[in-house]
């Protein structure tokens, strides 16, 4: 069944993440162990990496990876962004839907004469990276009957920039995701994200669009209190707190079910 076929997938993945532990996986490596095509791609500023596949249904599954490591200390930017550890794409690998891993401007070694620190820090959740990751998406789109987006951390963020942005989003799904970015970084100390976008500070999203916002009752990076008020003034969004998870562990253990659940829902069929 897909749903067999995915979990064997899934524990591909899981394999290789482990053997790679000391860096990131390649995306040869991950295109080959979640049975996902890789290709480079040119967005409106950007180049993208991304991962699709094939599967069941009328709808897109768009997954947005976290934002990973774009600093390595408190002065400190990384040279590459990307996360030694990749989530989303654990996550996609256990959804028998059509699959896209969409990558985000300057991760995934693009080698992207356009990437510049900015785009990684101060700018990674700018209107110029929601332009471009949209019109990567609008090429892929075309071919369904709509899309649901899922991210995480950083990666909800960006869903809901782009999802405000469409017109073909029937679900939308964060994982931690920070729905707040300026909650988020006075909570933490950080610098304010000067020219991101700040999906609180951002129009509600169309009532057409179902929301379940996930979050782990143990997450430290994110908080109940940063982004309920954020989700409360959604017109259909739902925030569901989970006991005993948090930022990072353990959504593959929910993923099969939610998914199954977003299944039934008839905004999944009907954007």
Same mark, same amino acid.
């Given at each position: #069944?897909?749903?067999?076929? /995915?979990?064997?997938? /899934?524990? &591909? ?10 860096? =990131?996986?390649? %995306? ?15 967005? +409106?500023?950007? $180049?993208?990496?991304?991962? &699709? ?6 709808? $897109? ?8 490591? =774009?600093? $390595? ?8 962004? +990307? ?8 996550? /996609? ?22 990437? #510049? ?6 700018? *990674? ?21 709509? %899309?649901?987006?899922?991210?995480? &951390? ?12 469409? &017109? ?16 988020? #970084? /006075? ?14 500070? @951002? ?20 908080? *109940?209190?940063?982004?309920? =008020?954020?989700? @409360?003034? @959604? ?17 593959? @253990? ?7 659940? $977003? ?9």
């Amino acid at each position: #069944t897909p749903y067999l076929a /995915a979990r064997r997938t /899934a524990a &591909s993945l899981l394999l290789l993440l482990c053997t790679v532990a000391c860096a =990131p996986a390649t %995306v040869q490596q991950m295109a080959v162990e979640t049975g996902m095509q890789s290709r480079l791609e040119q967005g +409106t500023d950007f $180049l993208h990496r991304s991962l &699709s596949r094939p599967g069941a249904g009328p709808v $897109l599954h768009v997954y947005i990876e976290g934002d990973g490591r =774009p600093w $390595l200390g408190p002065n400190r930017i990384a040279e590459d962004p +990307t996360g030694r550890r990749l989530m989303m794409l654990e996550l /996609a690998a256990l959804d028998p839907a059509p699959i896209l891993y969409l990558g985000r401007p300057c991760y995934f070694d693009t080698a992207d004469a356009a990437c #510049t620190p900015e785009w990684w820090t101060f700018y *990674r959740y700018g209107a110029t990276v929601v332009q471009s990751m949209n019109a990567v998406l609008d090429r892929y789109a075309q071919a369904f009957a709509g %899309v649901a987006l899922f991210g995480h &951390s950083g990666g909800g963020t960006l869903t809901m920039l782009m999802a405000a942005r469409r &017109s073909d989003v029937g679900v939308l799904v964060t994982v931690g995701g920070n729905l707040d970015t300026h909650a988020w #970084t /006075a909570q933490h100390n950080y610098a304010p994200l000067t020219g991101s976008l700040d999906p609180a500070r @951002q129009p509600p999203l169309p009532a057409a669009i179902r929301q379940l916002h996930l979050l782990g009752e143990e997450d430290e990076v994110i908080t *109940r209190e940063m982004i309920e =008020p954020v989700v @409360q003034r @959604q017109p259909d969004a739902e925030l569901r707190v989970l006991p005993d998870y948090d930022h990072r562990c353990c959504w593959e @253990q929910l993923w099969p079910s939610l998914l199954r659940e $977003l299944a039934a829902s008839p905004a999944a069929a009907d954007p």
